[in-house]
């Protein structure tokens, strides 16, 4: 139901909850409705407890309200996020010293979040923030010069170096009146319409953002349908629809159509925000998109996404499949190259497996800022730009707020120093006096270099910015050594521009950079394939198999795309195995951790990131886990823990082991309270063991070994199952079917998942840092999976001790120079080794 407006915004919602709960008493199956205020939210609750059944989705306000409700999704902006990408984009697009939020809405809580989002900004912009102004549209004026009198600042005069975000359109006007008066002030406004457009073509307003209104009111009609005929739902309660930021007017018709509330306009037939059509506006995402350019080919304009954003409900395979083309997120640099390079053949790996046919592909140019932004907003399916896998960036990347899926990793890295011997001696050895005093490191812009040099050098001692401006500081001598992965300053250090300045890369590794192929965590099927892809690779070396032409060819008779029907060989068969992709000649010592296990340690700790609040940008973390298998299991006290038994001399030394990480993870779980366990024993690794942990029975499976039969979702009913970091590797040749045994979870629930895995792999971080049962207070804290999780891997380690210490205590007979791989490799040895391919691998 539409309502006309009320004489006051409470009779508006006592309407709205009068309405919900009639409908609710009707018996319907599906419901969308905005959340503004604590009547409606009321409403909604008492219609889920009247009746379960009912599928209730969210738009446009109340994000934190729905999750608290457990409703299946929320369509729209988050508020608090859009004001800070407002701000940062004010402030990266002019100069100001100085910042206010306008609020012409005082009282309305989404404004109010904007302007928190916005302050955040202008602080780690190094802006003087001065404050939130509330005021009607009729007295800003007045307001507004108040406010910068009480600042001591000259109420009259041009306002120059004032940057003011406007919250709310509706002081639009008033705010273009004070602009008159005072010329030299830059503003930015919420939402569009045909003043702000008219603004934007004067240039008194830098941009207008769009949430994409009717799209949140199109998407919860064919999402319920969905969700009411199929009985399924998406894994991500946000779908986002901004902000987007509109730089420029559209025609002078299609603001007419909009403004009569997009009729179906005169010459189109279409309405004008209909998804199959693409209007004319000028419209930028809040990191700009690239077009897609094939490796074979120049960029073709037909190629640039639509400035529309759309929303496919479709698994990602079909997706690619009905396109006929798999989409890769790759570097600018080295598609501008115009060469063929290792990350474009892993491209071409994927979709030689999915379409038989390696070149397939198109490679969409990605840089450091935006890249993550770009796979988030569907630009490409997957992204091969270097990218560490870090627990933080599954949960929650910085730069999105979203979480996302790592491939096993492609490449072992690590940041080193670049430049003359000297500066790259110097910054190895955190010398910054004598002849290291003029020490200035250049690194990337929220990469772990920059990380690294946040917590190792003071920061007048470094710089950051865009890779290939740190380069150039580099070249002109603003710094004096670059700090970068390893891999891609060793193609600097090749290149002509070194030839006369001879700098060089160091020795040593300041960091742990596992590089991986990145996917959205919405498809964990896509994802796994992805990650066959790359084991696929291993296998082929391992078997000394490589490129065979006849083996590459299209699918026959294939006429739907099925996991099933993959056959991941064919990443051999067409592009080469993992040591002809990266050119290695088989001088294997020159290759480090990128070379095929054969027995050695692979104890190996995932980067845990910045799993803390500073480098986060978290605004309220415990939002992250409410409504999650994490939460629903802190809330009943204990955790339901399937063990599979072994057969074999080693069974009962496996089995205490497998019971040791469930009580590890119960201990993480519980504030350290590691008996808030229940075990329920299973014979085998089968269909009975994980059925049970696909109905809910239990809520995690230890023992079992990493397959592909269970990593795939299957024809039996059982759901695809995520494996966590292996505990224990078997002692089997490389090739021959390698035992990984891990912790099983459900895929559902990525962020159960992803703390499952950041505890097994706080045991293996324990034993690298030389942290044990005595002095577990020095694990990290962690604050990503909310503020009751924060010391889960200290509670975890005090139990358990480090990864040394849970071995010895079940292979008390086996010496630590026997125990294989179940050792650390902390020196650099081979880290490959591929998994179990028990069925599909044809």
């Not at 059982?718 to 090739?735: D, I, W």
Request: proline share 4%.
């Amino acid at each position: 139901d539409r309502f006309e407006p009320q004489e006051s915004n409470q009779t508006l919602y006592k309407r709205m909850s009068s309405t919900i709960l009639n409908l609710c008493d009707t018996g319907i199956d599906g419901l969308f409705v905005t959340l503004p205020d604590d009547l409606v939210v009321d409403a909604v609750r008492n219609c889920t407890m009247a009746n379960p059944g009912v599928k209730i989705i969210s738009i446009n306000m109340g994000y934190e309200e729905s999750k608290k409700l457990h409703l299946t999704h929320h369509i729209g902006m988050l508020e608090e996020d859009a004001g800070y990408q407002a701000g940062k984009r004010m402030a990266n697009t002019t100069e100001f010293d100085k910042g206010i939020c306008m609020n012409p809405v005082p009282g309305l809580s989404a404004l109010g979040d904007r302007c928190k989002g916005f302050k955040r900004a202008m602080h780690e912009m190094g802006i003087e923030y001065l404050g939130e102004v509330e005021a009607q549209e009729d007295n800003i004026t007045s307001v507004m010069l108040s406010a910068v009198a009480e600042k001591g600042d000259d109420e009259f005069g041009d306002w120059d170096g004032y940057g003011i975000l406007l919250v709310g359109i509706q002081g639009l006007p008033a705010a273009l009146e004070l602009k008159k008066l005072h010329p030299n002030f830059t503003m930015g406004s919420f939402d569009t319409d045909a003043l702000l457009y008219k603004s934007l073509q004067s240039g008194d307003v830098l941009f207008g953002i769009d949430q994409d209104p009717y799209l949140q009111g199109y998407l919860p009609v064919s999402l319920l349908t969905h969700m009411v005929t199929t009985k399924q739902t998406f894994a991500e309660h946000l779908i986002k629809t901004g902000p987007r930021f509109v730089t420029a007017p559209p025609s002078d018709n299609k603001v007419a159509c909009k403004d009569r509330n997009f009729p179906v306009c005169s010459g189109t037939g279409k309405s004008i925000a209909s998804p199959s059509f693409s209007p004319t506006v000028t419209v930028q995402p809040s990191s700009s998109m690239e077009p897609t350019v094939s490796p074979t080919t120049q960029p073709s304009s037909s190629m640039r996404p639509s400035s529309m954003p759309s929303f496919d409900m479709r698994p990602t395979l079909e997706i690619v499949a009905a396109r006929g083309r798999v989409r890769c997120g790759l570097r600018k640099d080295e598609l501008e190259s115009g060469k063929n390079f290792p990350r474009l053949d892993l491209c071409r790996a994927v979709a030689s497996v999915v379409f038989g046919n390696p070149d397939n592909v198109d490679g969409i140019p990605v840089t450091e800022s935006n890249r993550f932004q770009l796979l988030n907003d569907r630009a490409f399916d997957l992204l091969i730009s270097g990218d560490s896998h870090t627990i933080e960036r599954e949960v929650r990347e910085r730069t999105t707020g979203a979480g996302f899926t790592f491939s096993t990793p492609y490449y072992y890295d690590g940041v080193a120093y670049f430049g003359n011997a000297t500066d790259v001696k110097c910054a190895e050895e955190r010398k910054r006096y004598g002849d290291c005093s003029s020490l200035v490191i250049c690194a990337i812009e929220k990469s772990t270099g920059q990380d690294f040099l946040q917590t190792k050098f003071p920061s007048e001692f470094f710089r950051t910015g865009l890779f290939e401006d740190m380069l150039q500081m580099l070249w002109n001598g603003t710094c004096n050594a670059i700090a970068a992965d390893r891999s891609l300053l060793s193609n600097i250090e090749s290149s002509d521009k070194n030839r006369d300045r001879k700098f060089i890369v160091g020795d040593s590794l300041m960091t742990k950079e596992p590089l991986a192929i990145v996917t959205r965590n919405a498809d964990r099927e896509f994802s796994d394939i992805i990650n066959w892809v790359v084991n696929a690779l291993f296998y082929g070396e391992e078997q000394e198999l490589t490129k065979n032409i006849p083996y590459c060819h299209n699918y026959a008779n294939l006429t739907s795309y099925n996991v099933f029907d993959l056959n991941f060989m064919r990443a051999v068969y067409c592009v080469g195995n993992y040591r002809d992709i990266f050119m290695f000649d088989r001088n294997q010592n020159i290759r480090g951790m990128n070379q095929i296990n054969n027995g050695t340690g692979m104890l190996y700790a995932t980067p845990f990131g910045e799993l803390e609040s500073g480098g986060n940008d978290l605004r309220d973390v415990d939002a992250i886990t409410s409504g999650t298998l994490l939460d629903d299991i802190r809330k009943r006290g204990s955790l339901n823990c399937g063990v599979v038994g072994f057969d074999g001399d080693i069974a009962t030394n496996l089995d205490g082991l497998s019971k040791a990480y469930c009580r590890t993870l119960a201990a993480g779980l519980f504030n350290g309270d590691y008996e808030a366990v229940k075990f329920l024993p299973f014979l085998h690794s089968n269909n009975v063991s994980f059925g049970a942990l696909n109905n809910g029975t239990i809520d995690i499976l230890a023992g079992v070994r990493i397959e592909q039969e269970y990593d795939f979702a299957s024809s039996t009913s059982l759901q695809g199952f995520q494996f966590s970091t292996p505990y224990f590797y078997g002692n089997e040749r490389a090739g021959d079917d390698v035992s990984f045994f891990s912790l099983a979870t459900r895929e559902d629930d990525v962020i159960f998942s992803s703390f499952v895995n950041c505890v097994s792999l706080a045991t293996i971080y324990a034993q690298e840092k030389g942290v044990q049962k005595m002095n577990s207070e020095e694990m990290p804290s962690v604050l990503i999976f909310g503020r009751d999780f924060r010391w889960a891997l200290r509670d975890a380690v005090a139990y358990s001790g480090s990864y040394g210490q849970i071995y010895k205590k079940y292979f008390k007979n086996v010496a630590a120079e026997d125990r294989g791989r179940n050792r650390l490799n902390n020196k650099g040895g081979p880290q490959f080794l591929s998994w179990s391919f028990s069925m599909i691998f044809h």
